[in-house]
């Protein structure tokens, strides 16, 4: 087995360590600790850069929840849903229950999520050969304007966000007619702008700089969570929102665009629903704990079928995980199952076997991790900062990605303090290319018509659904507006 190859199960432990430890510390993510990590892929067996890389992920999924219960700040997006009731059950003196039934979810939900993927992933890949160049610009679009709309209350930021990733996708030489784009006399940019420069930039520099903005903001003090686990009648409480929350989070993750936070306050706001008990959300429950923490988990796995099956990203961490295969010689698709079954069969073994790990070390290893939560951010900070610089040097060797890099870190800072979403930039900015291609050789093979676009049924169901995904949040938001207009009290 591919995973059980010495150097591999090493690659999963560090990712682990890695992702749950950058998990726990508040404003950075699985995004961010990837990009940074990017350096450490160079020369890699792609196999064992992509254990590498979900194994982080996974950990950042598992070490989100961890600051959320013990400081009331998220590790990042995915994680909010758990300070709702675990900083509660903390501040009640269960903090080590709140991060055991973390752990179990997180675990539970994960293990789930392998299996169905073990299941999906082939019928996905197979549905995938049936593509054309249209369906696949459909899918493209689709999968951008799902990721635009499910910013929330920032569609027009959205927007303006996947603009600017595309027109960025454009910079450079043109491959079918050796047009000159947006170089400006530069001949560095004639082979385009390295969007691992960018995404290193954005995520890395700009978190770090936004950071710095509140770095001597006093921060509350840890709760003390004693022993972690927890008693028969908590799981008692937690094994109807576990079983719950992994379907709901595993068909999220499929979804283009929707990711872990979505997942989440999709698994809580169900579990609230649901529950005899609603009255105690928000005040301690541990289901409140348990759902969303699950769907987080079965997540972070089901974004990885439309990644490996198709090459679409659906989330900011899996398009810089794109971003590095690419690098690495990987192309993302149906075909991959056959030309490189050891890379994906070899990742699938290694979520059995890293969610094991990431469960054990979230248990025994607890009083370790919050450790870090006491390293100073000014000296955090920099040694961020240090990464992402060697990283972005040892891309190309090229000195102007150094500018590159401080310009998309200050367009990073500014679009954290304007709150436009960063996810529509990086995904346009990686399937913008192959979205532009697959558009003309579309107008080509039909001789410049667009009834290609509407041609098969599958192009048909892509239109609909792009639509539907565009109009959905603006109806929905209407009626929130008339109830509310209604209900002057109610909460927004």
């Known amino acids: ?45 792609p196999t064992s850069a992509l254990i590498l890389m979900a194994a982080i992920y ?29 900083y509660q059950m903390s501040k009640n003196g269960q903090a080590g229950a709140a991060i055991a039934i973390c752990a179990i979810g997180s675990f539970i939900g994960s293990i789930a999520a392998v299996v169905g993927f073990m299941f999906l992933a082939v019928p996905m890949a197979n549905l995938a050969l049936k593509f054309g160049p249209a369906e696949y610009f459909l899918l493209f679009l689709f999968t951008l304007s799902t990721v635009v709309s499910l910013s929330v209350g920032n569609m027009t930021k959205g927007f303006v966000s996947m603009a600017v990733g595309l027109l960025l996708s ?23 702008i390295d969007f691992l420069v960018i995404i290193i930039g954005v995520y890395a520099v700009g978190e770090v700089l936004y950071n710095y903005l509140t770095i001597d903001d006093p921060v509350e003090k840890k709760k003390k969570y004693g022993r972690v686990w927890i008693t028969k009648e908590q799981w008692k409480r937690s094994k109807g929102p576990i079983m719950r929350g992994t379907p709901i989070g595993f068909i999220i993750g499929i979804l283009p665009g929707a990711g872990g936070s979505l997942a989440s306050m999709l698994g809580y ?25 699950t769907a987080n988990n079965s997540a972070s ?29 990987v192309q993302p698709g149906p075909l991959l199952f056959e030309h490189d079954p050891d890379l994906v069969w070899g990742l699938i073994d290694s979520l059995f076997l890293g969610n094991i790990f990431l469960f054990l070390i979230n248990i025994f290893m607890v009083s370790v991790f919050v450790k870090i939560l006491d390293v100073p951010p000014k000296i955090l900070y920099p040694l961020i900062l240090v990464l992402a610089f060697i990283g972005t040097y040892t891309l190309n060797y090229s000195i102007i990605d150094f500018y590159i890099l401080v310009i998309f870190g ?16 990086i995904l346009a900015l990686i399937v913008g290319s192959d979205m532009e291609q697959n558009f003309r050789k579309s107008l080509v093979a039909s001789d410049g018509s667009l009834d290609i676009f509407f041609a098969s049924p599958i192009a048909v169901i892509l239109v609909c659904l792009t639509i539907l995904s565009v109009v959905y949040p603006l109806i929905m938001k209407k009626f929130q507006n008339e109830k509310e207009n209604q209900d002057p009290n109610m909460p927004s």
Do not use: C, W
């Not at 560090?14 to 020369?43: C, E, K």
């Not at 491959?175 to 082979?191: A, C, E, M, N």
């Open 410 to 425: 200050i367009i990073g800072l500014f679009m954290k303090i304007f709150d436009f979403p960063i996810a529509p930039l």
């Open 58 to 86: 996974g950990g950042a999924m598992y070490g989100g929840s961890i600051s959320s219960i013990l400081l009331n700040t998220p590790g990042d997006g995915s994680a909010i849903a758990a300070t709702f009731d675990g």
């Open 269 to 293: 706001s169900t579990e609230k629903s649901l529950s005899k008990r609603s009255h105690e959300f928000g005040k301690g429950a541990i289901e409140g704990v348990a759902a969303p923490e």
């Open 301 to 329: 796995v089901g974004a990885l079928i439309p990644l490996l099956t198709m090459g679409i990203p659906g989330s900011g961490t899996t398009a810089v995980m794109l971003g590095v295969l690419i690098m690495l010689g």
């Open 170 to 192: 454009t910079v450079g030489v043109d491959t079918q007619t050796g047009v000159y784009r947006f170089t400006f006399g530069l001949p560095q940019l004639s082979g385009g």
């Open 1 to 45: 087995m591919t995973a059980l190859q010495p150097d591999n199960i090493i690659y999963l432990m560090i990712g682990g360590l890695i992702g749950t430890i950058v998990g726990m510390l508040p404003g950075l993510g699985p995004a961010t600790a990837i990009a940074v990590l990017i350096p450490i892929t160079f020369g890699m067996d």
